[in-house]
């Protein structure tokens, strides 16, 4: 049998843009998000659900793609960190990722950034707890946890209504 | 002399460089000072910093005698170009800090490429904390070199003394009469290569106005986008995927491999080259399918286990190595005439596991061949050795060889080595197009190499006032990084044994530091105990190093050792180095619980590295080093039997999570009188002898081994016959 013997046609939302794609049965999301749509922000970590590297969003809520088979995902949204900034405007997590400087080599950084938006928009103002809880599925090996979680709620004060912009 | 040969004298704990090639194949200019126009000024390797670059300035300038270079371009960009790699240190930041403070140029017009061996000088590799204290006075004294130039071309130009004109943010101004020119219009037309001048002056630290300050990362947004590319996210047109075919454990070799059923799907290579085998296709999964109807016969030898690691470590290595590790035993006066006559002694033994580094990005690259010459992205602490490795595998001149190495996700150490590039081309020159090799995390913790395990013994004797009168101590295999005590001991003897290592082994941050600051701090605290004297009481004692002795009590003032008792269940501790220029103290407190899990709540650190560059980014690697420390200190080891290791995921090997944070008190001592040395390292050594001795004051359970609970504290009873030696 040749390699390709399993390759479907499968038609995935991907930041709000249809694409047809040619997929393995077995293939994960994360590959085919890397290898055939060219979508590089997603990374491999572990291959295990273990690290949280290759977050994305599915019908908003926070999935490890290195886990999730392409072909389940046909018809349901995907956002990757690609799809993360808002008309050319950077989330108010990555503003605050920035601002507060919380990533040495980046690698974790877009994984840790999805989880975060999704965590704010269902929690507008996460308590510690919910927030470390959040995170403690993700591994950042240069170990800026301390800047991650204070980012995370800086973001999340950021974001919380106020009298001359009430949301 | 070549690079490898010179590498033992300059740092003996680069085991992996002496390894051989993975693989040997069967057989099968650089153009960077082209510019266009303006102002070059060139870096060119002195004796005095020859160790940086790897070779000695003497003679014609050539290519080999360049350390960096830097060029003001006609509008105005700076760029500036240095071998050193970015894998998450923020060099890129720091150094284009210390250019923009020189220069009088903003930030944003300054651009660093690095890390490409077709486009900057050759560099040893980024590694040993040597960035900051080495390359970046450099690449200061180069900036200094143009910015002088540029204001003597301003004065031509307008007939006035170069004295009377100010530099700032990019433009040369004349106050008096109010003209004032950019750098690109200043160099336009004119081609000016100068060589750094020596004498340059440079800003004080006292005077930085950019470097000294905390300036964001300079490529974070492509971070937080998503945008960066790292060199497993490149792709080149036609590009395909690549797999290896990996021995079932350490030491087997392949004795024949059936490569029928593989080779009989359609679009998929097969490389049979000695004992690598390797498969490319157009998709990852497809080269994965073929990979896995390889039919392989492997050949076994008997390989050792984690259970007697320790004992085989104090083996000397046979043959004995001539290279150079070992070195000469450290002595000063008589050990053995001391111990005699010292008031109380001391003898115990620690141990250090085998932990692996973990970058989150494994090891990646893209190999591409064109006409005869291969360029390779890959992912490396040593764009260069890199690059000679893969001209070695192939028997390539090195000029046929270009390697470039994008912002890379982490290495802490664990990234020297070229073996992902040397496959990737190997797959390439095969499938004749470009291929992507991206290490799994299992191959990473099988195939890549670890920190050395190690086993040190100290021997120590004190006066009656807790003063040592002698102190000797052996390492065996860890290495000799930080070895020698910072305390004042009369009578001394201390040594590095270096052993035939059952796991492949290399360098990880701050190298053997860690093992060797644990064993002795350990010590200290153990003599503490022996002499019932406070631990920070008998560090003093012994100390006479002002700078260290300045931030064991900045960190002691700040956590309130004075006050803290500890109890049972509830422990407190203290520790110091030294290492790389840089000092650190480390206060914690922990909570063991009945049934012995083990919980810091507290790491109270004061550092001190001379003038700070940028607080924000020094601030983030010493939480980093800590929270890291956290992990090789409590619970991080590679397991091992018969070859084989038994933890290669991350659901097997536990690295330091959110949920393991204690509260974080960091304090930074600048010193801007100090040259600024390297921080990326040192401050992991305080973490692991703290740690034990808060677990000894909540527990009375002396720990010797690293690490020290990976499944919580023993019960007493099995602690107290754990003691006993």
């Known amino acids: 049998m040749g390699p390709e013997h399993a390759v479907a046609s499968l038609e995935l939302t991907v930041n709000g843009v249809r694409r047809r794609v040619e997929v393995d049965a077995e293939e994960s999301l994360l590959s085919v998000l890397r290898d055939e749509l060219d979508l590089t922000g997603t990374k491999y970590g572990c291959g295990e659900g273990q690290c949280g590297a290759c977050t994305v969003l599915v019908d908003g809520r926070p999935t490890r793609s290195c886990l999730t088979k392409a072909v389940t995902v046909g018809g349901r949204a995907v956002t990757t960190i690609e799809g993360i900034e808002e008309n050319g405007r950077l989330h108010a997590v990555q503003e605050a990722f920035l601002e507060v400087g919380a990533m040495q080599c980046g690698y974790c950084t877009p994984g840790l950034i999805v989880e975060a938006v999704a965590l704010l928009r269902r929690e507008r103002d996460p308590s510690e707890t919910e927030i470390a809880r959040a995170m403690e599925g993700h591994i950042c090996r240069c170990c800026t946890y301390p800047r991650i979680l204070r980012a995370i709620r800086q973001a999340a004060h950021a974001a919380r209504p106020t009298k001359e912009n009430p949301r | 002399m070549s690079e490898k040969q010179r590498d033992p004298d300059l740092e003996p704990e680069r085991y992996e460089l002496r390894e051989g090639l993975p693989y040997r194949f069967e057989l099968g200019r650089r153009g960077f000072l082209q510019l266009l126009g303006g102002v070059v000024v060139l870096v060119v390797t002195t004796d005095a910093d020859g160790q940086e670059s790897g070779r000695t300035g003497a003679g014609a300038i050539t290519d080999r005698d360049l350390a960096a270079w830097l060029h003001v371009s006609e509008d105005g960009t700076v760029t500036v170009s240095t ?349 004749g197009r470009p291929v992507k090799l991206v290490w799994s995390r299992e191959e990473e913790f099988r195939w890549a190499y670890f920190r050395p395990a190690g086993v040190i013994d100290v021997h120590s004797g004190v006066d009656a006032e807790g003063r040592l009168v002698a102190w000797e101590m052996h390492n065996y295999n860890s290495g000799s990084a930080a070895i020698r005590t910072p305390y004042a001991a009369p009578n001394q003897r201390i040594e590095f044994h270096p052993s035939d290592s059952p796991l492949r082994q290399g360098s990880y941050r701050v190298l053997a530091a860690t093992a060797n600051n644990f064993a002795r701090e350990s010590h200290m605290d153990e003599l503490a105990a022996a002499m019932k004297l406070d631990p920070l009481e008998l560090r003093r004692r012994n100390l006479e190093d002002p700078r260290l002795r300045a931030v064991l009590e900045a960190a002691a003032d700040r956590f309130g050792w004075a006050k803290a008792t500890s109890e049972p269940g509830h422990g407190h501790g203290i520790a110091c180095g030294v290492e790389k220029g840089s000092y650190v103290a480390t206060c914690t407190e922990v909570r063991v619980d009945a049934s012995g899990d083990v919980r810091v709540l507290r790491l109270v650190t004061a550092f001190e590295c001379g003038a700070i560059v940028n607080p924000e980014h020094l601030r983030n690697q010493v939480e980093g080093c800590l929270v890291m420390g956290l992990g090789g200190a409590l619970f991080e080891a590679v397991e091992f039997d018969k070859g084989e290791i038994l933890n290669p995921r991350l659901s ?61 504290i023993p019960r007493p009873r099995e602690a107290a016959s754990r003691r006993g030696r």
């Open chain 2, 652 to 712: 097997l090997y536990r690295v330091p999570r959110v949920s393991d944070l204690p509260e974080i008190d960091i304090m930074l001592l600048d010193r801007k009188d100090l040259p600024s040395a390297g921080a990326g390292e040192t401050p992991i050594v305080g973490v692991a002898p703290a740690l034990a001795g808060a677990i000894f004051a909540a527990t009375a359970t002396r720990l010797r081994a690293l690490p020290l609970a990976p499944r919580g």
């Open chain 2, 83 to 431: 071998g050193k790699a970015e894998v998450g240190q923020n060099i890129r930041t720091s150094l284009t800090q210390a250019v923009a403070e020189e220069l009088r140029a903003p930030l944003a017009s300054i651009r660093m490429v690095m890390g490409d061996t077709d486009l900057t000088p050759f560099d040893m590799g980024t590694f040993g904390s040597r960035t900051t204290p080495f390359m970046a006075p450099q690449l200061r004294r180069a900036a200094a070199t143009a910015r002088e130039l540029l204001k003597e071309l301003a004065a031509q130009e307008w007939g006035v003394e170069p004295a009377a004109l100010v530099v700032a943010e990019g433009r040369v101004t004349h106050p008096v009469t109010g003209r004032s020119l950019a750098f690109g219009a200043l160099t336009k037309g004119q081609k000016l290569v100068r060589t750094l001048g020596e004498d340059i002056p440079l800003t004080p630290a006292e005077r930085w106005t950019v470097a000294g300050r905390s300036v964001p990362k300079v490529n974070g947004r492509d971070h937080v986008t998503g945008r960066h590319r790292y060199a497993s996210d490149l792709t080149r047109p036609g590009m395909w995927h690549g797999t290896v075919l990996r021995p079932p454990a350490i030491g087997a070799t392949l004795a024949s491999v059936d490569t029928s059923a593989a080779e009989a799907m359609s679009g998929v290579v097969v490389v049979r080259d000695g004992d690598f085998v390797g498969v490319a296709a157009s998709r990852a999964s497809a080269a994965a399918r073929a990979r896995d109807a390889l039919r392989p016969v492997w050949k076994t030898t008997p390989q050792p286990s984690g259970r007697d690691l320790y004992d085989r470590l104090r083996k000397p290595p046979e043959p004995e190595p001539s290279d150079g590790r070992r070195g000469a035993p450290h002595v000063v006066g008589s050990v053995a005439d001391a111990l005699s006559s010292a008031h109380r002694r001391l003898e115990s033994t620690y141990t250090v596991a085998y932990i692996a580094h973990v970058p989150l990005e494994p090891r990646a690259a893209v190999a591409e061949w064109i006409d005869g010459r291969l360029t390779v992205w890959t992912g490396t602490q040593r764009p260069f050795g890199v690059r000679g490795e893969l001209a070695e595998a192939f028997h390539l001149p090195e000029e046929k060889v270009r390697v470039i190495v994008p912002d890379t996700g982490s290495g802490y150490g664990g990234k020297h080595t070229g073996e992902c590039a040397v496959e990737a081309a190997r797959l390439a020159k095969a499938a």
